[in-house]
């Protein structure tokens, strides 16, 4: 079973940044962030394998968000800059045999962190 927690949400204006941290207790998983804005379906965010030579990002944040992972440290972080009022959501890390869009590819799933952004 493996337990993953983000931290790192919180309110930011918009233009600012913010640093998710994803932390895995185990296993040696492709991670993927998703988020899911008020009243609306989660949405993929950003994929990593993992050996971290595979980046994959939705449209809307490619070039303004970026994945990376540190394995002896069993965290993955993802870098948002140039927030937007329309980033603003719960952001959900999650772990994948192999790297992928579809939400339903990931097994495990942390409980979230709130990213709010003002105009």
């Known amino acids: 079973q493996v337990q993953l927690v983000e931290s790192g949400g919180g309110l930011v204006q918009a233009g600012g940044s913010l640093r998710l941290s994803c932390g895995r207790t185990?296993?040696?998983?492709?991670m993927g962030w998703f988020r899911q804005p008020p009243g609306k379906d989660r949405e993929f965010v950003a994929t990593?394998?993992?050996?971290?030579?595979?980046?994959y990002y939705a449209d809307s944040v490619k070039g303004r968000f970026t994945i990376s992972r540190d394995n002896a440290k069993n965290t993955v972080y993802l870098q948002m800059n140039s927030l937007k009022p329309e980033d603003t959501a719960v952001y959900y890390c999650?772990?994948?045999?192999?790297?992928?869009?579809?939400?339903?590819?990931?097994?495990?799933w942390g409980q979230g962190t709130q990213v709010t952004v003002s105009s």
């Open positions: 999650a772990a994948s045999p192999y790297p992928h869009q579809r939400s339903y590819e990931y097994n495990y």
């Open positions: 185990s296993g040696s998983h492709a």
């Open positions: 990593i394998s993992w050996d971290g030579t595979y980046t």
